[in-house]
């Protein structure tokens, strides 16, 4: 038998949208990518949760955000990214005490200020910002500035092929 090494993508991480047929059969988990069938020794426990994993959808844009159960977000400024505003569609408000939570699109140090001013104290924040070679104002210098105002980030999450978003909280 042909042995091979499956690595998760590294900018990615694992996808598993090509995986079908996944079983488990005994200690083995199997599975079949494209035409391919694989079978991996796991053990049973292991290859139990491993086909779990797989079958479970990944969560939405909006569940990542932590928009469940109805929750809603104060959007300040405008949603510049159609994902982004796909995925806040029905779940934004106008009211700072009714929002679980923030969303700004931050092209430069002036929509940060905005952005932190508009966000009410106890209320996590999500800076979204653009990645890549087109981040004039990105993931570094947005970092430094919320950290010297006094926030943490605690979470990260890719938005669109285009925009990032990093959750932060104040210390």
């Known amino acids: 038998a042909m042995e091979r090494t499956l690595r998760p993508h590294r900018r990615t991480g694992t996808n598993f949208t090509d995986t079908k047929s996944v079983t488990v059969d005994g200690d083995d988990l199997r599975f079949k990518v494209g035409r391919e069938s694989v079978a991996l020794r796991l053990g049973a426990k292991d290859a139990a949760s491993w086909a779990k994993k797989i079958a479970t959808p990944p969560p939405s844009l909006k569940e990542k955000l932590g928009l469940k159960d109805g929750a809603k977000a104060l959007a300040i400024g405008p949603l510049k990214d159609a994902v982004l505003a796909e995925a806040l569609k029905g779940a934004t408000t106008t ?8 969303v700004a699109v931050i092209e430069n140090d002036k929509d940060l200020a905005k952005a932190i001013s508009a966000c009410p104290p106890a209320t996590p924040i999500w800076i979204v910002h653009r990645k890549g070679k087109a981040a004039t104002f990105g993931d570094t210098p947005i970092r430094a500035a919320m950290r010297a105002k006094g926030f943490m980030d605690t979470k990260v999450s890719a938005v669109s092929a285009d925009f990032s978003a990093t959750r932060y909280l104040r210390k």
């Not at 009211?95 to 923030?102: D, N, R």
């Open 95 to 102: 009211s700072a005490t009714k929002a679980a939570l923030a």
